[in-house]
Nanobody, 125 residues
Framework: QVQLVESGGGLVQAGGSLKLSCAASGRAFNTYTMGWFRQAPGKEREFVAAISRNGVTTYYADSVKGRFTIARDNAKNAMYLQMNRLKAEDTAVYYC??????????????????WGQGTQVTVSS
């Protein structure tokens, strides 16, 4: 098992930046594919970005491509999401997730085994 805790959310003006962190504890972090999802009020959980176990492969939703960067540090059991040029529509609760499943279906919530509690990101326009 792995426990996930997000941090770094907050209130920022449109055009600004935030960096989210996801701290993992438990079983070997480098055995998990990691992902970021978000959920706005009244909407379904939405895929944001994912990163492979060794950090070589990344994948982004079209809505954040070119603005957000996902990264991980396996030595620190941590994952990050650098968010630049934020827009009001990026406002949501952001969740990190971990998958121990083989294969690569990173944009589907059902593929992930473990979830953090979420951190709120609010972008004012």
């Amino acid at each position: 098992q792995v426990q996930l805790v997000e941090s770094g959310g907050g209130l920022v003006q449109a055009g600004g930046s935030l960096k989210l962190s996801c701290a993992a504890s438990g079983r070997a972090f480098n055995t998990y594919t990691m992902g970021w999802f978000r959920q706005a009020p009244g909407k379904e959980r939405e895929f944001v970005a994912a990163i492979s176990r060794n950090g070589v492969t990344t994948y982004y939703a079209d809505s954040v491509k070119g603005r957000f960067t996902i990264a991980r540090d396996n030595a620190k059991n941590a994952m990050y999401l650098q968010m630049n040029r934020l827009k009001a529509e990026d406002t949501a609760v952001y969740y990190c997730a971990a998958s121990s499943t083989t294969g690569w279906i990173p944009n589907r919530p059902y593929w992930y085994d473990y979830w953090g509690q979420g951190t709120q990101v609010t972008v004012s326009s």
